[in-house]
């Protein structure tokens, strides 16, 4: 079946730390990867996007790369700011599908 | 910007009432569909939904659950008679198209839906 694992939070960092979230995906096919971001009050937004192996998603400083090899989709920024608050979700689609599979979603809190 | 915006922000219902949440979707997409998050656990797919039907369900939308397109501008998601563990936030979203990643879901800020 097709399914994302994401790391547990929630994740508390200080201002300009590094930030690691990870997710791992199951999937039948050769899926397209996204993460989603959502801030308070407000819906899910996509941050970034990878739809075949070894490409690089990248937003706002974000990055992720499509991992087939580890089947992930690690999602990485240098230089936290208090601004990047939110929750983030990990998704992936299948080839010639309307549906996103999510994953948990990880809270990251940032302080200053 | 356009946005996709939901109705009510949250409500409360008791078991087995009928509850029906609305939508507004970005005004020239085409696609539409209905995700929910129960605490704690993953944002799960319901329907989508395409020239007035129903494109892709999942197992969760069984017969309690319908949508519909009233107008040119509603979507909605009606929920027969509601159990406890439909509680949960709903999620609605629309794309310009499907099938393919080029089509991006813009989503709404969803319902908190508490059945008591």
């Known amino acids: 079946g097709n399914s994302v694992t994401q790391m547990e939070g929630p994740v508390t960092l200080s201002e300009e730390a590094f930030l690691t979230i990870n997710c791992t995906y199951t999937?039948?096919?050769?899926?397209?990867l996204f993460w989603y971001v959502q801030y308070p009050g407000e819906g899910l937004q996509l941050l970034l996007k990878?739809?075949?192996?070894?490409d690089k998603g990248s937003n706002k400083g974000f990055e992720a790369t499509y991992r087939k090899e580890t089947t992930s989709f690690h999602l990485e920024k240098g230089s936290v700011q208090v601004s990047d608050s939110a929750v983030y979700f990990c998704?992936?689609?299948?080839?010639?599908?309307?549906?996103?599979?999510f994953g948990t979603g990880t809270r990251l809190t940032v302080i200053p | 910007e356009p946005e996709v915006t939901q109705t009510p922000s949250h409500q409360v219902t008791q078991m087995g009432q009928e509850v029906i949440l609305r939508c507004v979707p970005i005004?020239?997409?085409?696609?539409f569909y209905w995700y929910r998050q129960i605490l704690g656990q993953k944002v799960e797919f319901l329907v989508s939904?395409?020239?007035?039907?129903?494109?892709?369900k999942s197992e969760i939308f069984d017969d309690q659950f319908s949508v519909e397109r009233p107008d040119g501008s509603n979507f909605t998601l009606k929920i027969r008679s509601t159990k406890l563990e439909d509680s949960a936030m709903y999620f609605c979203?629309?794309?310009?198209?499907?099938?393919?990643?080029?089509?991006?879901?813009?989503f709404g800020p969803g319902t908190r839906l508490t059945v008591t």
């Open positions: 005004s020239n997409h085409l696609y």
């Open positions: 999937a039948t096919g050769y899926p397209s």
């Open positions: 939904f395409y020239n007035n039907e129903i494109s892709e």
């Open positions: 990878a739809t075949k192996a070894d």
């Open positions: 998704a992936l689609s299948r080839t010639g599908a309307n549906n996103l599979f």
């Open positions: 979203a629309s794309s310009l198209g499907a099938g393919r990643s080029s089509y991006e879901q813009y």
